[in-house]
């Protein structure tokens, strides 16, 4: 059975991964940009500058930026670090246009230089670590994110971050830590409480991860995403060989998502799984046509060319 990410990043499970706003000096929102998946916040620094030129290039560079002048904005924050190389404002700002361009390792860069000279920053740290997740650097981001819970523990989300990182990397075991440690400082975190039950799964504690199941539907019983808790349920059952209550689970996702590719090739999985094999592959059709396979979150596994071959 495919098991996938819940909301937005890339992983084998359904683990969900919510950005969250970094309050800084000032903040801006971006708009809905091309290959951005959500709106994100531009961290935009207000330093104290060496000189009277800097500080206006600064605030023109953010005057830009909220009129969404970003290229304007760009050449203000370049222009600023060409004059005034020693000021670290302008190379968060400037970091900041590149890593909304995608422009990552330059991004990193300017980030990095940000830290050097103005060590031990934790929103920058947090923004570097962010970019270096997106790159797929997981263990640099955990060493990013280690510095923040150094400086500050309680800084919002910081072990969940982390424990995203410790997830992609497989590591559940420091995953499983942070989880708990972030839910002991925001006990009704939905995020965490979901990704903790996929950590037990991968840990195989399934009886705990079953029990949390309910509780987590419980709690939360009008989140926006249950049919991915419904198909991470019946995922469960299904590798604990109880097929039958697995497609009552994955009901359940359809039922809440009636587009869901993804949950229609599981619930073909199922099928196989209790020999009805005309209801497999009409949900295996039923997957091909909401376009499973240009879904980021899918892979094909061996359900995928079991049904690509009974299915002709």
Do not use: W
Request: charged share 30%; glycine share 2%; net charge neutral.
């Amino acid at each position: 059975m495919r098991k996938l990410l819940a909301v937005q990043r890339i992983n084998l499970l359904n683990f969900l991964y919510i950005g969250r706003i970094t309050h800084i000096n000032l903040l801006y929102e971006l708009p809905k940009m091309k290959n951005v998946l959500s709106l994100l916040v531009i961290i935009l620094f207000c330093q104290n500058l060496h000189a009277q030129t800097a500080q206006e290039l600064n605030a023109l560079g953010i005057k830009y930026a909220k009129k969404e002048k970003f290229d304007d904005a760009f050449s203000a924050f370049d222009k600023a670090i060409n004059l005034y190389p020693n000021s670290p404002g302008s190379y968060a700002n400037r970091g900041n246009i590149y890593r909304f361009r995608g422009n990552f390792d330059l991004a990193i860069a300017d980030y990095s230089k940000f830290l050097e000279l103005s060590p031990n920053n934790i929103d920058v740290l947090y923004a570097r670590a962010g970019v270096y997740k997106q790159v797929a650097e997981f263990d640099k981001a955990i060493a990013d994110y280690s510095k923040v819970i150094e400086i500050d523990p309680s800084y919002r989300d910081i072990y969940f971050d982390r424990a995203y990182s410790y997830i992609r990397l497989k590591d559940y075991e420091n995953a499983k830590s942070d989880l708990i440690s972030q839910l002991k400082i925001s006990p009704k975190d939905f995020k965490s409480l979901a990704n903790l039950i996929n950590v037990k799964k991968e840990l195989k504690l399934f009886d705990e991860a079953l029990v949390d199941y309910d509780k987590l539907l419980d709690e939360f019983p009008n989140q926006p995403d249950l049919h991915i808790l419904y198909n991470n349920r019946a995922s469960l059952y299904r590798e604990t060989n109880r097929p039958k209550e697995a497609l009552v689970e994955i009901e359940k996702a359809l039922k809440s998502n009636k587009k869901y590719a993804i949950g229609y090739f599981n619930r073909a999985g199922i099928y196989l799984d209790l020999g009805d094999e005309s209801n497999a592959c009409k949900d295996f059709k039923k997957a091909l046509s909401l376009n499973l396979q240009e879904d980021p979150h899918f892979e094909v596994d061996e359900d995928f060319e079991k049904l690509k071959s009974l299915c002709k």
